[in-house]
């Protein structure tokens, strides 16, 4: 080509199909990623090809899977229907077992009983007034407790076991004074140390015991107690009230005890209140156990 020959101008930049080309393929990239987004893998299936593959090509490392493969539509794993579970909301609330508050009440009760139980005492001691002077009855009190000591001298033979019928009388007036608000009720018989053998009694605790049945017999026909409430006992000369040193002292353990117990309840209460510190858990293993759910 000669210089003097007019030279083809050529266009400056790419050609212009170039620019087609490249809007078709951002379009099937972005096309195939969404595929590959909505897409949802089977796990169990790809375990057990990627098993299948590793038995071919021979792999004998074993790696265990921790994390499912990617893949995994993030669209079917977040918002695939499923069945709607009640998030819980944990709250913990204490509890404690209020034995303080048992135990005041108890001894709020107790008070109480003592002083019915000294009003009930000074009303025996102005009905038994003469007995009491004579000496043929003592009346002893003990928090919540009252004993009524009935003498031998006055109430029984020596070596028998029933009342006098002179003596009767002073035990309807106590009968009179005993009642199913009184409390519980024990009568004791009781005797010094000389032993006792005849054809009757074989010991003093058969003669202890038999004076107590005889006593709460003549109670029980004046009094309004119910008989669930009554208990009888004998001791024999176990339980002495003097040495047994004299006969002025052997005299005053010859005896029945009528013992009017109130507030039988109230020790047992204060006995649960004890137990009930005692046994308290811990603060944590509390809460572990009044733990409510919640739903919002």
Same mark, same amino acid.
């Given at each position: ?7 083809? !101008? ?37 375990? !057990? ?41 944990? !709250?913990?609330? !204490? ?32 009905? =038994? ?31 028998? #076991? ?8 002073? =035990? ?24 006792? +053998?005849?054809?009757?009694? @074989? ?5 202890? +015991?038999?004076? *107590? ?5 003549? $109670? $029980? ?25 004299? *006969?002025? /002292? @052997? ?5 029945? /005890? ?5 507030? #039988? ?7 649960? +209140?004890?137990?009930?510190? *005692? ?8 809460? #572990? ?8």
């Amino acid at each position: 080509m000669s210089d003097g020959a007019p030279q083809k !101008q050529e266009k400056k930049g790419v050609p212009a199909w170039v620019m087609t080309f490249a809007d078709l393929m951002t379009l099937l990239m972005c096309f195939f990623v969404l595929l590959l987004s909505f897409s949802e893998m089977d796990v169990a299936k790809f375990k !057990q090809l990627s098993g299948s593959m590793k038995d071919a090509f021979g792999v004998q490392s074993e790696i265990q899977v921790r994390t499912i493969p990617k893949g995994t539509s993030v669209v079917a794993q977040e918002f695939s229907p499923g069945k709607p579970e009640e998030t819980p909301l944990n !709250q913990v609330r !204490q509890f404690t077992i209020d034995s303080n508050r048992n135990t005041l009440d108890a001894l709020d009760r107790e008070s109480k009983e003592i002083e019915e139980t000294r009003d009930h005492a000074r009303r025996l001691r102005l009905a =038994l007034k003469e007995e009491i002077q004579q000496g043929s009855v003592a009346i002893q009190t003990e928090g919540m407790k009252i004993i009524v000591h009935i003498m031998e001298n006055a109430s029984f033979d020596s070596g028998y #076991a029933d009342v006098r019928p002179e003596f009767v009388p002073v =035990l309807a007036k106590i009968a009179e004074l005993i009642d199913n608000n009184s409390g519980e009720v024990t009568i004791a018989g009781h005797t010094d140390n000389v032993p006792i +053998s005849n054809v009757r009694f @074989r010991s003093n605790w058969e003669l202890s +015991s038999s004076r *107590a049945v005889s006593v709460t017999h003549e $109670l $029980l026909k004046r009094s309004t107690i119910d008989a669930a409430r009554v208990t009888i006992m004998g001791h024999a000369d176990t339980r002495p009230r003097a040495p047994n040193d004299t *006969a002025e /002292d @052997r005299a005053k353990n010859r005896r029945v /005890d009528v013992s009017i117990v109130r507030g #039988a309840d109230i020790d047992q209460l204060s006995d649960m +209140s004890i137990m009930g510190a *005692a046994s308290q858990p811990d603060v944590a293993d509390t809460a #572990a156990d009044y733990i409510e759910e919640l739903t919002p």
